[in-house]
């Protein structure tokens, strides 16, 4: 690989303890009054600070990795005031190649607690957005960045990674729209009020739900709860008559026996003309009898299954992660040949020789036909037509030189070698 | 020697040709959508249906072909009926596709167009003329309307078998592989209602305009009909007038439309082959 010079210092969930992690991370404001040191640093030449719960990372382009990795260290040690020797061990460093294939890890949500939670983007995207306008970061570390959310994106799409759902109440969600053609039209109803089932509720109304009744055994509980769920409240004593209004039951009563029998259900169904309910009991004990699930186009999950689905999920997670890997690593080997093509001093060499083989090739013929040459003849020929090409190839090698330091470098780079053949 | 060459031999070629294409390309894609449909790679899907899509167009070629040869649409022998009903069957899929979106439909639609183009291979291709009689109209309608029926159950039977196992895994909590691909429960009974609701009035006149067929040409009752080839139509016609009718009356949904949508299909296919 052509060297990048690219290199990232930082501590996360797995290499540090929350106590630490905190006392480590970056506002925006100290973001902005800090980044201007980092870069007046000489070793730093471009530089941009992820600071998340998560995580702190700084990504940067040095100039001497090694040198730029004591430099990241420090400078975090430092400005935390935090002694070197009681850090050092959680710090994790990588270099060149291995710094974009972290970054494309972690924006890609793949180095994340909840492998494939979408948050971790939005954060890489923020701390881009803010180096940018401080002007922390040049050509390489603008285009790693753009890549890497490139590569983010192509993940989403290609891969499973952040298809399922990884906790109880959105897994209550996803079954719901397994059932339920849109949840706008559909009814929910809680029984019992609890933090788990106002949850759920919560985000099946962010899905879109409309209606929700809300029934207690404390009418004023119910009350507050439908208050807070614009919902209106039912009377205890008579959600089991009106249960054939509900598509989704929440059931979370502290009652210890079952208070939603399978007789219950079955007339509440026939009542709905069969159209399908989906009954969550997330109480302990239990408030559904279990056999509520052999009626047909009735489906009743309790807790456990709802965790079962989310263990499942968890576990296609990891398989999609692999699937991830490939794409990430196939993406590192392009970022290569983006900061291989970058490098003009290749090109320039290869311009150079091309330009002096057909010198040498022209002169020769030359002198052949003109034996009557002396040999200082020979030599002015030979200096005229070397100034030549100098003379031509001057201009291009320093706009080639100053284009490699922009965004267009790389076109530049591919119509010389197209031109002149350089790749045959 | 060229007009005989191309009213002999460049047909034969092009016969064969077409329905190899046909036949390949259906068969590839009900692989293709099977593979999309255990490893959800998006750029599989596309394929499937650009397969799809060439495999219609040599089927259309192999129709027009034969009707050309023939001097008539393909109605009369069981060989015409079959390449017919497999080409209804593609074309109801791709609008189904077109309009409604639904995901995977094609592993479970395609394969039967293409078990039915695979069917007729085994039948005989011989030219029959098409009955001189002044009822004719009657035996046109009767197979058009068959058919298109038939190609609305074949939608609905792929949507039931979708809804069977996606009610399986919500049910049995074990959400597999194909949990993430499938529409829900409720789109697919709906879907599978309009399906029904569009073959099953397209089939009962079909079937009606059959008996008076056969009632006209035999100049015979209904009753003397083989019973034995008639029995799994009127159980499949039976199990559609109760999706059909059976939604809102007695609150036939869900499981059971899926199952009847099923179930119908397969004693529509055993009729079929029994009468045609």
Known sequence: ???????????????????????????????????????????????????????????????????????????????????????????????????????????????????????????????????????????????????????????????????????????????????????????????????????????????????????????????????????????????????HRADIVISSTAAPNFIITKEIVEKAIHERNNRPMFLIDIAVPRDIEPEVNDLENVYLYDIDDLQGVVNANLQEREKEAELAMDIIQAEVGKFNNWIEALDAVPTIVELRKRAEAVRMQEIEKTIKKMPHLSEEDKHNLHLMTSSIINKILHKPTINLKKKTQTTEGRTYLKAIRHLFHLDD | MVSRLTGGFAPVFMKIITFNIAMISY?????????????????????????????????????????????????????????????????VYCFTHWRYKVKDLGSFVIPVAFLILLYATFLSKEIVDFPESEFRVLLTLHRTLSVIGFAAFAIAFGLGVMYLIQEKQVKSKKLGIMYFRMPSLE???????????????????????????????????????????????????????????????????????????????????ISIILHV
């Not at chain 1, 339920?180 to 039209?185: A, C, P, Q, T, V």
């Open chain 2, 27 to 91: 068969l590839l894609a009900s692989l293709e959508y099977f593979i999309y449909l255990v490893y959800r790679k998006p750029g599989v899907s596309k394929l499937a249906t650009g397969t799809v899509l060439v495999g219609l167009l040599s089927h259309t070629v192999i129709i027009g072909l034969r009707s050309q040869e023939t001097g008539h649409g393909p109605y009369t022998t069981s060989f015409e009926v079959a390449i017919f009903l497999s080409w209804l069957v593609v074309v």
């Open chain 1, 1 to 243: 690989m052509a060297e990048s010079n690219l290199v990232i210092v930082g501590v996360n969930h797995k290499t540090t303890p929350v106590e630490l992690r905190e006392k480590l991370a970056f506002t925006r404001g100290s973001i902005e009054e800090t980044t201007e040191k980092l870069g007046s640093y000489p070793e730093i030449d471009e530089n941009l600070i992820i600071s998340t719960c998560n995580r702190v990372e700084i990504y940067a382009r040095v100039n001497d990795v090694e040198k730029g990795i004591d430099r990241l260290k420090k400078f975090i040690c430092d400005y935390h005031m935090i002694p070197f020797n009681l850090l050092d061990k959680h710090f994790y460093a990588f270099r060149e190649e291995e710094t974009v294939k972290h970054l494309f890890r972690v924006s890609a949500s793949l180095d994340s607690m909840v492998v494939g939670e979408s948050q971790i983007l939005g954060q890489v995207k923020d701390a881009y957005s803010l180096a940018k306008s401080l002007q922390t970061t040049g050509l390489i570390l603008n285009q790693l960045f753009e890549k890497a959310f490139n590569v983010a994106k192509k993940i989403r799409e290609e891969t499973g990674i952040a298809e399922s759902a990884v906790s109880i109440s959105s897994a209550a969600v996803e079954l719901a729209r397994k059932i339920f053609e849109d949840l706008e039209s559909h009814t929910v109803m809680l029984v019992g009020t609890g933090e788990m089932a106002e949850l759920a509720a919560k985000h099946l109304i962010s899905y879109g739900v409309k209606t929700v009744y809300v029934a207690s055994r404390t009418y004023e509980r119910a009350t507050a709860l439908a208050k807070t769920l614009n919902g209106s409240a039912l009377d205890f004593e008579h959600f089991k008559s009106e249960l």
């Open chain 2, 187 to 269: 789109s697919l009974d709906n879907l599978i209602y309009k399906a029904v609701a569009v073959g099953f009035p397209l089939f009962t006149l079909g079937f009606l305009t059959g008996a008076i067929w056969n009632i006209k040409m035999s100049q015979t009752s209904l009753f003397s009909w083989e019973l034995v080839k008639l029995w799994p139509l009127v159980i499949g016609w039976v199990l559609y007038g109760l999706v059909f009718f059976g939604r809102y009356r007695m609150g036939w949904r869900g499981k059971k439309v899926a199952q009847g949508s099923v179930i119908g299909f397969v004693t529509v296919i």
